[in-house]
C-alpha cells in the first residue's frame, strides 16, 4: 500500500516533536506540507493588527488554551472567542485577526487552496474609528511566502499613509502592542 502521506500518527506526537517551530515568531507549521488541505498548527503568544479576509472558509480547532477573533463587520470591531475544546467553522470573508495571548496554546487550522480568481486581501483598521488604513490583496498561493511580502509592504508605508482619513489617528503600523492600547481606550 502506497500511502502518500503515512501511516495515521499521533497529532500531538506531532506537536511536541514540532515544539519549537509553534513558537514566535513563526508560531505555525503545516501538518502535511504536501498534501492538498492547507493543515496548520499555530501556537502561542502571537498578537497581531492585520485583518484577513479570505475567500475560503476555515476551521479552528482549538485543542490547548483559549484564542479569539477580533472581527471587523460593517464598520465596527467586534470579537469571538475559540475556547479550549472548541471548534468554529468560519465563514468566507469574515474579516478577522486571530489573537493567541497564551503561551503554549495550540489550534489546529485548515484551510484550503484558493480557487484562480479568488484572491485575499490583508487589511489594517484605524485603531480608533475602525475606518480603513491601508489594504492590499494577493492571489495566494503560498500561505508561508505571499503574506509576509504583504506585511513588510504595510510596514514600509510612512506615518502620513497610515493617518486614518476620517480621525486623524496615525496607525502604529508594526507596534502591535501601541495599536491594541490606543483599540482598548476607544472601546
Ligand atoms: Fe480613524
Not at 499555530?42 to 472558509?57: A, K, L, S
Not at 495571548?101 to 483598521?125: F, M, N, T
Not at 508605508?157 to 482619513?165: L, N
Request: proline letters at 7%; aromatic letters at 10%.
Amino acid at each position: 500500500m502506497d500511502l502518500k502521506y503515512g501511516k495515521p500518527h499521533s497529532l500531538m506526537g506531532w506537536a511536541d516533536a514540532n515544539r519549537a517551530r509553534l513558537k514566535p515568531p513563526v508560531c505555525n507549521a503545516a501538518v502535511f506540507p504536501d498534501g492538498d488541505y492547507i493543515i496548520n498548527m499555530v501556537g502561542g503568544p502571537n498578537t497581531r493588527t492585520d485583518f484577513h479576509d479570505n475567500p475560503t472558509e476555515e476551521i479552528f480547532y482549538q485543542i490547548k488554551g483559549n484564542c479569539y477573533l477580533n472581527v471587523w463587520d460593517r464598520g465596527k470591531f467586534d470579537r469571538i472567542d475559540i475556547r479550549e475544546g472548541e471548534i468554529f467553522l468560519m465563514p468566507a470573508h469574515l474579516i478577522h485577526s486571530p489573537q493567541r495571548p497564551e503561551a503554549g496554546s495550540l489550534c489546529l487550522l485548515i484551510e484550503k487552496p484558493r480557487p484562480l480568481g479568488h484572491v485575499d486581501w490583508l487589511r489594517w483598521y484605524c485603531p480608533k474609528c475602525a475606518a480603513l488604513t491601508w489594504e492590499a490583496s494577493k492571489q495566494l498561493e503560498s500561505l508561508v511566502e505571499d503574506l509576509p511580502k504583504i506585511y513588510a509592504l504595510f510596514y514600509a508605508t510612512s506615518e502620513a499613509e497610515r493617518r486614518c482619513k476620517t480621525c486623524g489617528t496615525v496607525h502604529p503600523g508594526k507596534d502591535y502592542a501601541a495599536w491594541h492600547a490606543l483599540r482598548r481606550a476607544s472601546a
